[in-house]
């Protein structure tokens, strides 16, 4: 199997995705609600899809699998307050 080396970005987009998913999933209440949840997941989805790491030759289907398996690690592991980073413009 090869091995992936993901822009740091992408890796921790990735990782906010499957945060953000748990918290929803879990039914984590806050002000903002599960709207801001849904909301957020696009946005990170948005994110993801439009990397420029997909538009080179490692941007591969294996990749995008690969992709996810070390972003759910590194989610699973991750500590709920700081695990998610501000969506940046």
Known sequence: MAQHTFPTDLLETQ???YI??????EGATSTSGAAA???RLLALSARIAAHPYWSTPA???AARVALK???????????????????RS
């Open 15 to 17: 990782a906010a995705w």
């Open 20 to 25: 953000t998913y748990r918290d929803l999933a």
């Open 37 to 39: 949840h849904r909301r």
């Open 59 to 61: 941007g591969t289907p």
């Open 69 to 87: 398996e070390t972003a759910r690690a590194l989610a699973s592991t991750a500590d709920r307050p700081s695990a998610e980073p501000p969506l």
